[in-house]
C-alpha cells in the first residue's frame, strides 16, 4: 500500500512538473491569433524607430512587471479605489512610461482578436521586438500569460531593486525571483540603452570613489549636488553608444564608467567580476545570455489557465 501511494504521489508530482514546464508555448495564439505577433511588432518597432529611447522604456516595463508578482501586467494598471498600484511607487514614480505604446499595441491586437492576447504577452513581445529594432537579440518568447486583477504599490517597493544596491542586496533580489547571478548580470546589461534621472546617479558622482572621475566630472554639469536641484535631469546609461543595444555597457564597468552604484558593483572586485569581463570581451555571449535571462525573467510566476483574465484595456480590470 505504501508503495501504491508513494507512485500515486511521483505521479502527482511528475503531473505538476509537467503542467509547470507547459504553462507558456511561443506557439500559444498560433491558432487563436496568428497575426498577433506580427501585429505587436509592427506596432512596438515603428515607436522605437521615432524614438530609439522607447526602446529601453518598454524592457523596463516587462521587468518591473515580472519582478513584482509575477509577469501578469499588473505594472499597467491604474489605481482605484480597492487598490494603490505599482505606478506611483517609488522606482515607477516619475520614471516609468512606455504604456501609451502598449495601449497602442493593445487597440491594434484587440482589432485583429477580440479579447485573447493578455496585456502581458504584449509587454513580452514588446521587450524583445524593442531589443531587437535597436540592433540586440532576437529570441523566442513563451506566451500564454493571463493579466492580473489587482497591483501592488507596496510590493513594487520591496521587490524592485534600487539603483544604490550593493552586490550582495542586488543578488537576494534576483535569487529571489529564482533567477541566478548569471542572469543578473546579464539583464543588467539592458542599461546598455535608456537614461537615468540625476536623483538615481547623485551619490554615485558626488561620494563613490570607484569611479572614473573625468566622467563624474561630466556629470555633474547637469545634476548639482543638492537634493531636489536637477533631479530630472538625464543622462545616458551607457554614454558609448545610448541607442545601440550591444555590450558597451559592459566595456564602460571596466574603466570604471557605469553610471549607477548598482551598475558599477557588479565589477569592483566580486564575484561577478569575470562575467563581467566575458560580457565586455564577447557580444555574443553577452546577447546569448541576455536572450536566456530574458526568457527566464518572463517565466516569473506567470497567471495562466483560468487564473486572472485577459484585460481589454491594459490599464483597467474588466468591469
Known sequence: MASASA???LLVLLAMASA??????????????PDALATISRVVTAAVISEPRMGASLVRLHFHDCFVDGCDGSVLLADTGSFVGEQGAAPNAGSIRGMNVIDNVK??????????????DILAVAARDSVFALGGPFWTVPLGRRDSTTASKTNAENDLPPPSSDLQGL?????????????????????????????????????????DMAFATSLKTNCPQATGSGDSSLAPLDRTSPNAFDNAYYTNLLSQKGLLHSDQVLFNGGGTD???????????????AFATAMVNMGNIAPKTGTQGQIRLSCSKVNS
Open 20 to 33: 509547470a514546464s507547459a504553462q507558456l508555448s511561443p506557439t500559444f495564439y498560433a491558432t487563436s491569433c
Open 7 to 9: 507512485c500515486v504521489s
Open 274 to 288: 569575470n562575467t563581467v569581463r566575458s560580457f565586455a570581451s564577447n557580444p555574443a555571449t553577452f546577447g546569448s
Open 107 to 120: 487597440t491594434q491586437v484587440e482589432a485583429v482578436c477580440k479579447q485573447t492576447v493578455s496585456c502581458a
Open 171 to 211: 543578488t537576494d533580489k534576483f535569487s529571489n525571483k529564482g533567477l541566478s547571478v548569471t542572469d543578473m548580470v546579464a539583464l543588467s546589461g539592458a542599461h546598455t540603452i535608456g537614461q537615468s534621472q540625476c536623483k538615481n546617479f547623485r551619490d554615485r558622482i558626488y561620494s563613490d570613489t570607484n569611479i
